[in-house]
């Protein structure tokens, strides 16, 4: 198989992959879970349902305060963007039939969240009374595009359970999740490497290309990750999905456009900063070490020069859209972004139908799940010297990055 053929072959598995986790139309779901703990429904109900004496038992509910019989204010330990403990009212209906305790409870209002985020959701706990404890059955409702947020939200139903259980056995409802474990993730970034490897064929070569792409998706999310630490992020982790490559998670929701703007730019950002030391080492390496920092090169800058394409869910598109508030001087900077990378495309002979394929290629994959989810306030506005700064930085990504492809490719073709 040819590396043209293999890598549109990876482009299209990513398509369809992306395709699925955030935009496949899911519709309304329901998640069903249950588990049996050895306690009285009446002291599982005290645990679990809002209105209960012990609602605030997990860790990441910091208080459960219950106004009225049918509404509960809880706060928790997840920050808002200004970094105060989210707060969400919840409406409850519960009730009781013989032994059995149902509770149905939706959320009415959110102090991170537009009320829309909410308004197909609900979740329904039932209790009921079995040999040798209590069936707890947990189902959560809601309507859903892709499958990402519902596997997320599985995931966080099971650690719940384990929880529960953990709290009733010992009195601490800690648990960590093994997916956020630096061991988890290493290997995952091991088992990318290995599932791109075919791509670039099955090969010392093709083992030595995945491996650096690899390295490079790492170098890339860690830029967002240091944005995030300079922005006050308490928590900020990183999630490896294997031939998808990597996403830098913060620890609270984006304050400000600034902020916006600065954690995606900061994906590319940081790793044009090794461009001009890559040049100079690979000027002052003899062969063979200078032809790998010159793959090396190539790789980071393609890889980070397509990122700053100004397409919707790519890191260029979010900075454009921060710097430049008016849709016509958008359009003006997204076109010439854009023809700058075409130009770097050109400059080392990338055919123009390929070019113009590959385009409408990152063009379909920016429209995919555009929506995104609403904050309940508007971001902090852009100052006049911030535009200024998230705009020249854009800029030099590109120019940095132009030039590293220019100039890695001129000495392997040369």
Known sequence: MSTSVSVILLLAINLGLIWLLIAAPIGRRTLQITRTFKASPPRIAALVSPLGREADWHPSILSSERLSAERVRQTFSHPDRRGNPITRM???NEAAEAENIACETRVIEDSALDAAFWHHFVERRTLRPVAGGTALTVEQTDRYRGVAFLLYRYIQLRREMKALEQWLETGSGEVRGVLERPVTQAGLA????????PFFGLNARGLLLSTL????????ELGHMAAYRAFGHQRVRMIFVPLLGGIAVGGRPYNSRFEVAVCALMGAGMPAFLVPPLIALHDAAGRPTGAILLIFLLILGAFNLLNLLP???????????????TRRSLLAASFLVTLAIVWVGWRIGLPVGLLMAGLAVFTALSLIGAGGVKPKAALDPMTAPQRLLAGFGLY?????HGYAIVYACDRLLG
């Open 213 to 220: 792409l690899t390295v490079v998706i790492v170098l890339h």
């Open 190 to 197: 091991v088992l990318s490497t290995l599932l791109l490897w």
């Open 396 to 400: 030099a990504a590109i120019v940095l």
């Open 311 to 325: 397409m919707h869910r790519f890191d260029g598109g979010q900075v454009l859209r921060q710097v430049f508030s």
């Open 90 to 92: 919840l409406a409850v």
